[in-house]
Structure formats: C-alpha cells, structure tokens
T-cell receptor, first 112, second 117 residues
C-alpha cells in the first residue's frame, strides 16, 4: 500500500489541451513537492507547497495543496510536447528526519 | 561540474554476485539518500545519511549496506544479488533542516540501472 496515490497513472493528450494530475493520501504532510522525471534521468523538483490551501504557479503549471494538507493537484494549461515526462508528488512527514514518501507517478505524453 | 553523480550508469550482473554503486555530490549538502525505482516507476527511499550518520533505514534486506566515507559520498554495496534487486537506484542529496517541516530540494543523480540475470 502506497502512502500517496496519483491519478491518472497515464495520460496521453494533444498539444494545447489542459490537464490535471491528482495526488491523494489519508495522511497529513507538513509539505509536499512535485517532481518531473524524464527518461534516463533523475527527478527534478518543480515546486514545494507548505500551507494548506496554498496555490503556486510556475508559468503554465498551477500547483495546489489541499486545505487539510492530505492532497495536492497539478494543473497544466495548454500542454506542450516539452511537458512530456513522469510527474511525481512527494510528501514530507514532519519530525521524521526528512523522510519523503513518493507517489505512484503519472506518465504524461503530449502529442504535437 | 555535475551536481550529483553516480557510477556506473548501467550494471548487469549474475545472481549471487556482490556489487557496489558509488555516489558523489559537490553541492555541499549534508544529507544524502538512496532510492530504489521499480519497473512501475515507484520511487521508494532506502537509506538516508546526515553528516556520515545513518538516519533513515527503511525495511531493506541486510544484503544492502550503505557506506558514507565523508559528507560528499554515499556508496551502496549489495551482497548476494537477487533477481528482485533489478531496478534503477537513485542517489540524492539535500540540506537537512533539523526538525524541519518544510522539505528542502532534493537533487537526484542520473540513476544506476541494475539488471540481475
């Protein structure tokens, strides 16, 4: 059983479409991160959200942390082929030596 | 001037062998991690070291032994390799904020793809 469940697992869309990826848990996290991983490489941090209800924007990407700090979403507007990759959420359990729990991942393919 | 480097990139070996993976970071971080990513892309923490001290040791078979000779290096030695050990192993580093509630950025290496035949 994974602490963080992501949905959908796979997403294949056309360039220009919008999409939302969800990261859900029954546990409370002190902060949550989103990473993007490209084939043959390690994950790269996109954003860290800390406060319940927080919304952060990174160009066409919008990240939201749930009010109860148990879930998060990533919304991409007007997706581009360069957005293709594996998106991972990671939750930090407070007072647990910086122990990160990663989500199951969402593989996004944006077709030109 | 790679931030987190791992060697080797690929490792193919027979069941029962012993192998090591090396990791080095030049970011001046005091915390380093080993993660295992399985075929379904699930990334799970194995170990974490802070200032050469083991602080996270997940439920990992004792065939896996991490070693940190200094703050910039964290190696992973695996004894008696099994088929189920096949995966991509990632090293990562970050600053560690004691009692932190805010996660610091983790910088990942490129990964080592281990295949056990």
């Amino acid at each position: 059983t994974q602490l963080l469940e992501q949905s959908p697992q796979f997403l294949s869309i056309q360039e220009g479409e919008n999409l939302t990826v969800y990261c859900n848990s029954s546990s409370v996290f002190s902060s949550l991160q989103w990473y993007r991983q490209e084939p043959g490489e390690g994950p790269v941090l996109l954003v860290t959200v800390v406060t319940g209800g927080e919304v952060k924007k990174l160009k066409r990407l919008t990240f939201q942390f749930g009010d109860a700090r148990k879930d998060s979403s990533l919304h991409i507007t007007a997706a581009q082929p360069g957005d293709t990759g594996l998106y991972l959420c990671a939750g930090l359990v407070a007072y647990n030596f910086n122990k990160f729990y990663f989500g199951s991942g969402t593989k996004l393919n944006v077709k030109p | 001037d790679t931030a987190v480097s791992q060697t080797p990139k690929y490792l193919v070996t027979q069941m029962g062998n012993d192998k090591s993976i090396k990791c080095e970071q030049n970011l001046g971080h005091d915390t380093m991690y080993w993660y295992k990513q399985d075929s379904k892309k699930f990334l799970k923490i194995m170990f974490s070291y802070n200032n050469k001290e083991l602080i996270i040791n997940e439920t990992v078979p004792n065939r896996f032994s991490p070693k940190s000779p200094d703050k910039a290096h964290l190696n992973l030695h695996i004894n008696s390799l099994e088929l189920g050990d096949s995966a991509v192993y990632f090293c990562a580093s970050s600053h560690r904020l004691a009692g932190a509630q805010i996660a610091d950025t983790q910088y990942f290496g490129p990964g080592t793809r281990l295949t056990v035949l």
